[in-house]
């Protein structure tokens, strides 16, 4: 018999959120905000409108055991905000890199709620990782100071093809050294 290896997905604090696993429970706020034509434009990955299914088979891919990416809700209960006012991840690469993707419901935007979480999962490192990238839309220089803020420099121009806008769209990616 041979046993699988279940992958724990840490739970990372701060003083004002907790970035936590997934849950069932979070379907109704992720697809509220992920539904937002706003937020939509300004992922790789979510299409506009949301298909019926789609965060319960997001949901689903956060909670396997095995996974490429680990899927955080950025939950702001501790600090009176929502179970989920956005999420974050990091996508497994080779050479013990990552990729880390983020979105913040249209409530939280200019709060530094973005910037908390991406460095609460840099300072935490937990996957131990040497190097992380991100990639944002060069019309969202918000998430790009996001990133700058968070000690991570620009490398440079690419183009990403974005579901919502079904095209390409120019981007900038960046890199953090751990």
């Known amino acids: 018999m041979e046993m699988k290896k279940i992958t724990v997905q840490p739970t990372v604090e701060t003083d004002r959120l907790v970035l936590r696993p997934l849950r069932k429970s979070d379907a109704g706020l992720i697809e509220l905000y992920a539904g937002d034509a706003r937020v939509a434009r300004m992922t790789t990955s979510i299409p506009h409108p949301v298909p ?3 965060t319960e088979a997001l949901i689903a891919r956060a909670m396997a ?4 990416e680990d899927i955080w809700a950025m939950d702001g209960t501790k600090s009176g905000g929502t179970e989920v006012m956005g999420l974050i991840s990091l996508e497994r690469m080779e050479r013990d890199q990552t ?3 983020y979105w913040v419901g249209p409530p939280y935007w200019n709060t530094g709620l973005a910037s908390d979480a991406v460095q609460a999962l840099v300072d935490a490192n937990p996957l131990g990782n040497k190097t ?3 990639s944002v839309f060069q019309d969202n220089p918000a998430s790009a100071r996001v990133l700058t803020h968070c000690g991570f420099e620009y490398l440079g121009d690419a183009e990403s093809y974005c579901l919502a806008r079904a095209g390409n769209v120019p981007t900038w990616t960046y890199l953090r050294k751990l």
Not at 65 to 68: F, G, H, L, P
């Open 132 to 134: 992380m990238f991100a």
């Open 65 to 68: 055991d095995e996974r490429i």
């Open 99 to 101: 990729e880390v993707g």
């Open 52 to 54: 019926p299914g789609m």
